[in-house]
């Protein structure tokens, strides 16, 4: 930890702060006129494109719409190898030529793991791709290798699931010769380069060159701040921040903005409750608004997001090993060593039918085909097709839709907590097209009345709706399309960890141990350090229209450089510790740059032995916002200088 004395400044306590941006160099927002939210950062009055991009675990998506155009939200449907078929998004899988990888120039040569963070820096502005023979999407036949789910790597934090492979996924990384980084940007950098491609073939040339584009990336809610600012990085590397305006939303949050305004104004009240459950293809992530406002609409954060490693992909494995019981290990592997594609004609019918269309009321029995397998009675095996019966189904589903059921369960009793009523649940994402998710979310959510009373017309409802918007799939995209469209519809957040920095105070007999105290020569008194000063607490409602404000006080010998450094800490605990201790965050190094300071607001002091310092009082000011963090230094409430951020 930092030892540098860090005098806290007693002054109010600070205030409620908005979300911030997790880039290099932070700047500042622009305040509106006479003080108020900040402005989003377009040019008024001029027509721009916004495009929206979701990058998910196991499929991306992009749309785009045109300012003078609104409505007209178009979502990018062909993609390299799609071979003229048409989908809402493209396998986020990526591979390279072994002969004509690449060295990572500027870049740590990957580990023996193969996660080296480190990135590389011969991306090129403007798109152009970073990799020689690069294959993506859907270019690939199905027994090639591939990376897959490599945006779960760039957060360490959360648990990988359990068809992820850590050792495959490393080797292939070992054998291109590239980072986790690397990868993700070699893969935003073909999904912004046919995205400016299909844009051009719309618009035309002359009219891409003029227009200005603004791209939004989502990200996972839970994810840790540094995993973001690697996202948005490797974001900009690719190509949408070095020519464009570029900005992060949390993806259940983006999720949010389409179904709301989806919904409305049939179901939304002033002080009603939704859930959205952005169910995808690896992880599950939940959100919660309450509306404040319908017109415009505006909402503020209800519970504390949350997630979990339960999409709809543990279906594809858990069916798998269904097909492997049946059919034995012996017959198994012959069919998927010497028969690949009946296995893939299989896979594709559980994905696109029975996945999204099993509906046990209906479907006694499904077919699933396997092409070229022969018959056996004993198995279910019949005219090239594995009978399964509903219950069959219902067992694969089951473990992974109670999953789903308890985190949406997690949520309505948070809110329900305090005294909130839920009035309905948002099913969006690949897996919430599910009819049997959704099913058996009405089910478990459904309180049958009890018979012969009635029920107070002002009592809550125990009931909660269960709600499948049109385009589900989508949703993603298209609220990150409205988010730079319309601005942001979030009047405050739920912190989802304690935020705060490490402090030197004077030593007190009854409050810190004597072990800990040291002598200061500059104060001449006994300190102690690594006290901590929680600025934020954990389910705190953040505002984008207030930042927090860090206090410090900082001593300076003569010619000292007036560079300074701080972390950033966070704790994920329900209540968080006096002082810093082992298993705390460290999400950041701040370095914060004095020298603009005029010398005229450093104050000389003389200790009794004659030694000279200056000493400063200053502020670091943070605003929070969907997935960004902003910094900025103020010294008597002037912004001066720059703060830097490296994320850990």
Request: with cysteine.
């Amino acid at each position: 930890m930092n030892n540098t004395i860090t005098l806290p400044f007693r002054g109010p306590p600070p205030g409620p702060s908005p979300t911030a941006t997790l880039n290099g160099n932070l700047t500042s927002p622009t305040e509106a006129p006479g003080g108020g939210a900040p402005k989003e950062n377009s040019t008024a009055g001029t027509d721009r494109l916004i495009v929206g991009v979701d990058f998910g675990t196991t499929y991306s998506g992009v749309a785009a719409v045109y300012t003078s155009t609104p409505d007209d939200v178009d979502v990018i449907k062909t993609w390299p190898g799609g071979n003229g078929i048409t989908s809402d998004k493209v396998p986020t899988e990526i591979a390279y030529d072994v002969s004509s990888s690449p060295t990572t120039s500027g870049s740590t040569t990957p580990s023996a793991s193969g996660f080296t963070a480190t990135s590389s820096s011969n991306a090129s502005a403007g798109g152009t791709s970073r990799a020689s023979g690069v294959k993506w999407g859907f270019q690939f036949k199905p027994e090639e290798s591939r990376l897959r789910c490599i945006k779960l790597f760039l957060d360490r934090n959360q648990k990988l699931p359990h068809f992820v492979s850590h050792p495959e996924t490393a080797a292939l990384l070992r054998k291109y010769n590239r980072t986790v980084k690397d990868a993700v940007t070699d893969y935003l950098t073909e999904i912004y380069k046919h995205t400016i491609d299909t844009l051009t073939k719309r618009y035309g040339e002359s009219f891409i060159s003029i227009t200005k584009i603004e791209f939004v990336l989502t990200v996972p809610a839970v994810w840790s701040d540094a995993a973001k600012n690697d996202t948005l990085q490797a974001a900009e590397r690719a190509g949408m921040g070095s020519l464009h305006e570029l900005r992060l939303i949390s993806e259940p949050e983006a999720a949010a903005v389409y179904t709301l305004k989806a919904i409305q104004p049939n179901h939304l009240k002033v002080g009603d409750n939704f859930i959205v459950c952005d169910a995808g293809g690896g992880t599950v992530d939940l959100i919660s608004y309450k509306i404040l406002q319908l017109s415009p609409l505006r909402v503020e954060e209800s519970a504390i997001g949350t997630g979990g490693l339960c999409g709809s992909t543990f279906l594809n494995y858990r069916f798998e090993d269904h097909v492997k019981s049946r059919l034995g290990l012996e017959r198994y592997t012959h069919m998927k060593e010497r028969k690949p594609k009946a296995w893939q004609v299989a896979l594709k019918y559980f994905e696109e039918f029975v996945k999204r269309n099993f509906n046990e009321e209906e479907h006694e029995e499904v077919n699933v085909p396997f092409p070229g397998l022969p018959d056996d009675e004993e198995i279910g095996l019949d005219s090239g097709f594995l009978i399964m019966t509903s219950q069959q189904i219902k067992d694969i589903f089951e473990p992974v839709v109670r999953d789903v059921c308890e985190l949406v369960e997690g949520q309505v009793e948070s809110i329900r907590g305090k005294g909130g009523n839920v009035s309905g649940i948002v099913l969006v994402g690949g897996f919430g097209q599910s009819n049997h998710l959704y099913t058996r979310l009405k089910q478990h959510f459904y309180v049958a009345p009890p018979p012969y009373t009635v029920r107070p017309t002002d009592a809550p409802c125990a009931n909660v709706e269960v709600m499948q918007p049109v385009y589900a799939w989508t949703a993603v995209v298209r609220g990150a399309v409205l988010r730079g469209l319309e601005g942001s519809m979030v009047v405050s957040r739920r912190s989802r960890w304690h935020y705060g920095t490490s402090y030197a105070t004077v030593y007190n007999e009854e409050q810190h141990p004597v072990g800990d105290r040291y002598w200061s020569p500059l104060w001449e008194r006994w300190m102690v350090s690594d006290r901590m000063q929680w600025h934020i607490s954990k389910g705190e409602q953040v505002s984008e229209r207030k930042a927090v404000s860090f206090h410090y006080t900082r001593n300076f010998r003569p010619g000292q450089p007036l560079l300074v450094e701080d972390d950033l800490i966070a704790c994920d605990d329900e209540m968080a510790p006096p002082s810093y201790r082992r298993g705390l965050i460290n999400v950041c190094t701040l370095t914060t740059d004095l020298n603009a300071v005029p010398k005229t607001l450093f104050t000389r002091l003389t200790t009794t032995k004659g030694i000279e310092f200056d000493n400063l009082d200053f502020t670091l000011d943070m605003t929070i916002d969907s997935a960004h963090l902003v910094f900025e230094l103020k010294v008597d409430g002037v912004r001066y200088g720059s703060v830097t951020a490296k994320f850990h």
